[in-house]
């Protein structure tokens, strides 16, 4: 599987982005895709995953309400994540991330059991 994101780029606090991670055809049906993000010096964070089986979504309290991970309803290999009202304090690389099976309610967020990863994109916010 390879995962390719775009969509970074520069803006002002409060502004929006739109990432998009086209990922090649999976091997299996069901799978767990995901954001993370990491800052210069900081730990690589999940912010939001989807698990295709059933659509499910999971967001960290940082983005709720302001973030939205979707999949495009044509190419389903199309991930997004939508971002309103952008903060400083969201800038980072962006990734997206991908493993077999269901998200888990807890190890969503857990990077190292996510075995697929893109090269990631930049997102400043000033």
């Known amino acids: 599987v390879q995962l390719v994101e775009s969509g970074g780029g520069a803006v002002q606090a409060g502004g929006a982005l739109r990432l998009t991670c086209a990922a090649s055809?999976?091997?299996?049906?069901?799978?767990?895709l995901g954001w993370f993000r990491q800052a210069p010096g900081q730990a690589r964070e999940g912010i939001a995953t989807?698990?295709?089986?059933?659509?499910?979504?999971?967001y960290a309290d940082s983005v709720k309400g302001r973030f939205t991970i979707s999949r495009d309803k044509m190419n389903e290999n199309t991930l997004y994540l939508q971002m309103n009202d952008l903060k400083v304090e969201d800038a980072a690389t962006y990734y997206c991330?991908?493993?077999?099976?269901?998200?888990?309610?807890?190890?969503?967020?857990?990077?190292?059991?996510?075995?697929?990863w893109g090269q990631g994109t930049q997102v400043t916010v000033s």
């Open positions: 055809k999976y091997t299996y049906t069901s799978n767990c």
């Open positions: 989807i698990y295709t089986g059933i659509g499910s979504t999971t």
């Open positions: 991330a991908a493993k077999n099976g269901p998200c888990g309610s807890v190890s969503w967020r857990a990077a190292d059991t996510y075995n697929h």
